[in-house]
């Protein structure tokens, strides 16, 4: 008898492990994923468990009307991390492997589209599929154990569908025809909600707490509930300038890159190239670049 108990204890802790490990294929290496064991300093904190190093520079921070708000620079060590789809698997550019500036309503939405026909019918299809959240604090919430998805026909698996992650976050979208549209929203454990534009589902353009004040994002600016403009963001490809309301005037924070376009390892080149900035989002989003300087003008 305490044989068998032993073998069930050990077959049940296997197909726990199994399901955890299952739960992390998704961008786990960035922020803090959870069941992460972490070493926190001022400035950087270590994963354990990836060794992968989060730092975070504070900017600026204000009190506001329900939401507070802050600027801080954002960066993981992690380049590249294997992403599963399925039962492919491949290194990727890890989740913003470059400095970004991250306040309260950054964070972006990742998905796969798939190209398909309706059952039956030569009707062309859309199906949004692997859903998963990237915070402002680079950590993925991807949406397990059921892994939801929508189509623009709804002959598949409806136009909309919903799905929690493991650790709390609920994210819901709809897909649209005529043309290929992709809406959704997604609300954190403590009940903020992420809001995207329907055109441009990938950054949040805002974000609303369980009281209704809301922090906006659009053409480079984010207002807070009254309407007021907190930070303001400047792009190029090699410099990005944050401006932000100080006591006796604007105060602008200047980050000047230097590209990297290609990494070794494991014997094979990797090359990486640049991806479109995130404008609404107030992140720049070159990847595998290193912050050469960073400056504050008065």
């Not at 073998?7 to 803090?32: D, K, M, N, Y």
């Not at 380049?79 to 972006?108: E, F």
């Not at 030569?122 to 859903?131: E, G, K, L």
């Not at 680079?138 to 136009?159: E, K, R, W």
Request: overall charge positive; proline content about 7%; aromatic content about 10%.
């Amino acid at each position: 008898m305490p044989l068998t108990r032993r073998l069930v204890v050990l077959a049940c802790f296997t197909l726990l492990t199994h399901r955890l490990a299952s739960a992390q294929t998704t961008s786990p290496a960035t922020g803090f994923p959870q069941w992460g064991t972490f070493n926190r300093d001022a400035i950087d904190t270590v994963n354990v468990g990836n060794l992968n190093v989060h730092f975070e520079f504070p900017i600026f921070a204000k009190k506001g009307v329900g939401l507070d708000f802050y600027a801080r620079l954002v960066h993981d060590n992690s380049a590249l991390q294997i992403n599963t789809v399925g039962t492919n698997s491949a290194w990727m550019p890890g989740n913003n492997i470059d400095w970004y500036v991250a306040t309260p309503k950054a964070g972006y939405l990742n998905y796969t589209s798939t190209s398909t026909f309706c059952p039956g019918t030569q009707t062309s299809d859309v199906v949004y599929a692997n859903f998963a959240f990237i915070d402002p604090q680079n950590t993925s919430h991807a949406l397990f154990p059921v892994n939801a998805s929508a189509d623009t026909q709804g002959c598949i698996y409806g136009t909309s569908n919903s799905g929690r992650s493991q650790d709390g976050w609920y994210i819901t979208f709809t897909a649209a025809p005529s043309p290929n549209r992709l809406s959704a929203s997604v609300t954190d454990p403590t009940g903020n909600v992420y809001s995207f534009d329907q055109g441009n589902p990938g950054g949040v353009s805002t974000m609303t707490d369980p009281n209704g004040n809301q922090l906006t994002g659009a053409q480079g600016v984010i207002t807070d509930t009254g309407g007021y403009p907190v930070l303001t963001g400047t792009y190029g490809l090699q410099t990005t300038t944050i401006t932000y309301p100080g006591p006796t005037g604007n105060v602008s924070v200047v980050l000047n890159y230097t590209s990297f376009t290609q990494l070794s390892m494991n014997r094979q080149t990797v090359r990486i190239h640049p991806q479109p900035s995130r404008v609404a989002s107030i992140r720049s989003r070159v990847p595998l670049v290193r912050l050469s300087r960073m400056t504050t003008r008065a």
